[in-house]
């Protein structure tokens, strides 16, 4: 599977974006999918993840109540919506994908990934 991300850009302290991961393919609903980020000299973290049908999500601590993962598997897309974000998200987005049912924060388990989105915010 393909993945591409989108929506990143420059918001202001306590700002929402709403990124998107499309994926190719027709077996879609067969991959978790999930977020990461990576900021500059900081190791690639993980996000939030979904799995298949988008009925199981899992967060980052940090993120639980601010940030929210849904998918829609007709349209191929996973989503991060983003809320009441700070300079510290500041990062490259990544979105990735595997198959089976766990979503581990763990970036090595991940087979597909997409080119990164720059989300940026500022104080």
């Known amino acids: 599977v393909q993945l591409q991300a989108s929506g990143g850009g420059v918001v202001q302290a306590g700002g929402s974006l709403r990124l998107s991961c499309a994926a190719s393919?027709?077996?879609?609903?067969?991959?978790?999918v999930s977020w990461f980020r990576q900021a500059p000299g900081k190791e690639r973290a993980f996000v939030a993840g979904?799995?298949?049908?988008?009925?199981?999500?899992a967060y980052a601590d940090a993120h639980k109540g601010r940030f929210t993962i849904s998918r829609d598997n007709a349209k191929n897309t996973v989503y991060l919506q983003m809320n009441s974000l700070e300079p510290a998200d500041t990062a490259v987005y990544y979105c990735?994908?595997?198959?089976?049912?766990?979503?581990?924060?763990?970036?090595?388990?991940?087979?597909?990934w997409g080119q990164g989105t720059q989300v940026t915010v500022s104080s």
């Open positions: 393919g027709r077996t879609f609903d067969s991959y978790v």
């Open positions: 990735a994908a595997k198959g089976g049912f766990s979503y581990p924060a763990v970036v090595d388990e991940y087979d597909f």
């Open positions: 979904i799995s298949r049908s988008g009925s199981g999500t």
